[in-house]
């Protein structure tokens, strides 16, 4: 039997299941990787809000890594919520020493499904001299790519000029995620080496979307920890939250999961 991939995820938690690392763990299990996991805040949310946040020190973030990462080994990394700058930087110290061959996908949360901020504003700094020129790949929806690019409007050329300063700023790749547009179709434009990709999938109108950036992020990392390019990567990962949001199980009185499990036989 071949040994599934390693996908080291860096995140918080959602006490609700539906985004950070039980999104994170649902969809690696899904495509086949191996989840590994180091914490980097509790919180206590639902799907209409997230109440309380609680970062981890920022040493025993570092640590988790490292034991993980020294023992089990990785294929890739994913990171999602930080939350302040001690933890960014403490993930780019480890990740800078021990990971410089591995892929990481960035995914940047700032601000919740619900509204509420996610990574403290002095963090925003930190990850962008420290973090992005570590990742293969960073993945911003328009709000994060306005704080970090300064991206004015939802156009595409806009998206594609964001794409550009990101990869100025290190990243290999920039991923700018267009859900927070009005379109008919939800357009992520990919800038890479290999130039700019269009990935247009039908606007699927619905409350059910908390953790879609947690689960396509984790999604691409698994697919590039199984050997796939960038753009293959992406498109698979997509196919799969398009997925995940059209079987959406509907629970919650606010912002609903996707259903990570929508491949199994139903029953």
Not at 4 to 32: E, F, H, N, V
Not at 103 to 109: G, N, Y
Not at 169 to 190: E, S
Request: net charge positive.
């Amino acid at each position: 039997m071949t040994k599934p991939r390693r996908l080291l995820i860096i995140a918080g938690s959602d006490s609700s299941g539906g985004a950070g690392l039980q999104a994170d763990i649902k969809t690696a299990t899904m495509l086949g990787c191996y989840a590994m996991t180091a914490v980097t805040a509790v919180t206590a949310q639902d799907t209409r809000t997230v109440r309380t946040i609680q970062p981890l020190p920022a040493k025993l973030v570092r640590e988790q890594i490292l034991l993980t990462l020294d023992d089990i080994g990785a294929d890739a990394v994913k990171i999602g919520m930080l939350a302040n700058a001690e933890i960014v930087n403490a993930v780019a110290t480890v990740l800078n020493k021990q990971a410089r061959r591995i892929p990481v996908v960035l995914d940047p949360v700032m601000i919740s499904t619900s509204g509420k901020p996610l990574l403290e504003k002095r963090a925003v700094a930190a990850l962008k001299q420290n973090l992005l020129p570590l990742a293969a790949l960073v993945a911003p929806n328009i709000p994060e790519a306005k704080a970090l690019a300064g991206m004015k409007g939802t156009a595409r050329a806009q998206a594609e000029k964001a794409g550009r300063v990101l990869m100025a700023l290190g990243a290999k790749a920039a991923l700018i995620k267009g859900g927070h547009a009005t379109r008919a179709t939800v357009d992520d434009v990919l800038v890479w080496k290999g130039g700019v990709e269009i990935f247009a999938f039908p606007r699927i109108r619905t409350r059910h979307t908390h953790g879609t950036g947690c689960t396509l992020s984790t999604a691409i990392a698994c697919h590039l920890a199984q050997g796939l390019s960038l753009p293959l990567a992406v498109g698979k990962a997509r196919e799969f939250v398009q997925a995940a949001i059209e079987a959406a199980p509907g629970f919650g009185r606010g912002h609903g999961p996707l259903n990570h499990m929508h491949r199994l036989p139903a029953g």
